[in-house]
């Protein structure tokens, strides 16, 4: 048995990761948000340090930045504010250690032996993994189709999941049958 795998920002890199490990398992892939090496080391270590010298706290505002688009980003949508506050609440070694496994995280030479098909999903403002860098993950992978979403950040099942589900049905309706 296999399964259509979704996974979005952190959730992609751990997508293809499980097909790495298990091609077998995986029928269909939405990588969504990712790519196949997010940032560098440096940046990474820098954002952990972060954390640890002035708190979790110092990085919402700049992280929400990379996340939302400044027209989503208002403070009377509940939407953002719930994005915001889970954010925040995170424990700090959770996300410290989020960070150092996308640090350390490398699909470049894996994406290329992917042998399913696979959407790769950009939002156009998308301050994380901007659309050349989904792109870059997409032109690795042989059956690949690339979509971005227009007026969306790093999140487009919150931002735009209108656009975002409609982008995902048409590529699950062009799935073999299973």
């Not at 250690?97 to 959407?119: K, N, P, S, Y």
Request: aromatic letters at 6%; a negative charge; hydrophobic letters at 45%.
């Amino acid at each position: 048995k296999s399964a259509i795998i979704w996974g979005l920002s952190v959730g992609g890199l751990i997508a293809q990761g499980l097909y790495a490990r298990r091609p077998d398992l995986v029928r269909a892939l939405v990588l969504s948000n990712t790519a196949h090496k997010i940032g560098t080391a440096e940046m990474w270590n820098a954002r952990i340090d972060k954390i640890a010298a002035d708190g979790l706290v110092s990085l919402v505002d700049p992280v929400m930045e990379r996340w939302f688009t400044p027209a989503f980003r208002q403070p009377d949508n509940a939407t953002y504010a719930g994005a915001r506050n889970m954010l925040s609440q995170q424990p700090e070694a959770g996300y410290s250690g989020t960070c150092a496994a996308i640090r350390d995280a490398d699909f470049t030479e894996a994406a290329g032996r992917i042998a399913v098909l696979t959407l790769c999903v950009a939002g156009d403002q998308d301050g994380s993994t901007p659309p050349e860098l989904v792109q870059s993950l997409a032109d690795l992978i042989p059956a690949s189709r690339f979509v971005t979403i227009a007026g969306c950040g790093h999140i487009p099942c919150l931002e735009q999941p209108l656009t975002y589900a409609q982008a995902a049905c048409i590529f699950l309706n062009t799935l073999p049958e299973h």
